[in-house]
């Protein structure tokens, strides 16, 4: 953990100087993790908020990629857990996944069919399950249920991380190549994935958990 990131988080306003932008993941391990395919159907600049001020604490650059507390993403409790008992006092919000998301950790194969929403973009969704498979056994996952976030594993010399990106906006391709990343020669056993369920879920709310999780502009995540 570097010194910046064990301050509270109201001293990231004294550095915080990134703009977040539409992510496109494009670069990681490749692999298809057991994913089975039904059918293949401007940038904006932002105010600080609590998530870009908790955001900007998280990101490994240069000497320090690969290093830390937030180098692997093993589930929502576990990544929080480095912020001082001051920023949940001050942020509490911040700390909770959205009603209406739920985060699961599964082993490949997942047993899930993913369908786009539209053809080349726009995000995936809950098709279907394979009967017998993990997804079904745990019981979790439904069909509609909208894939929002998963971890991918970005290499970067002979260094490498494992975030949880957000992936509303991605297409197919893009999503099985971010699940399929997540192997065990990585230190991998699981993929953890966050779902929306329509209907019960605050657009302004998810908005702002996933915004915590955007890559900002000069993260070598952002340049594929």
């Not at 004294?14 to 670069?27: D, E, I, Q, S």
């Not at 509490?92 to 082993?107: C, L, S, T």
Request: glycine content about 12%; some cysteine.
């Amino acid at each position: 953990m570097t010194k910046a990131s064990a301050q509270p988080l109201t001293l990231a306003l004294l550095f915080l100087g990134v703009c977040l932008l539409p992510h496109k993941a494009t670069a990681f391990i490749a692999g298809a993790g057991g994913i089975q395919r039904q059918r293949q159907s401007a940038s904006t600049f932002s105010s600080p908020s609590p998530s870009a001020l908790f955001n900007s604490v998280t990101w490994n650059n240069g000497n320090s990629y690969g290093k830390g507390d937030f180098r692997f993403y093993k589930n929502f409790d576990e990544w929080m857990k480095p912020f001082p008992a001051e920023d949940r006092e001050l942020y509490p919000d911040m700390f909770r996944i959205p009603d209406g998301v739920y985060e699961v950790r599964m082993a490949k194969p997942l047993g899930i069919v993913f369908e786009e929403f539209e053809a080349g973009g726009g995000g995936v969704f809950v098709a279907g399950l394979v009967e017998g498979g993990n997804a079904e056994a745990r019981g979790i996952v439904q069909p509609g249920d909208k894939l929002i976030g998963v971890t991918a594993i970005k290499v970067i010399g002979a260094k490498w991380e494992r975030r949880l990106l957000p992936c509303g906006t991605w297409d197919f391709d893009t999503v099985v190549g971010a699940i399929g990343s997540n192997d065990v020669k990585w230190g991998c056993d699981d993929v953890v994935l966050q779902f929306e369920r329509p209907g019960e879920a605050k657009e302004e709310e998810v908005k702002k958990h996933l915004d915590f999780f955007e890559p900002p502009f000069a993260s070598s995540w952002k340049r594929g």
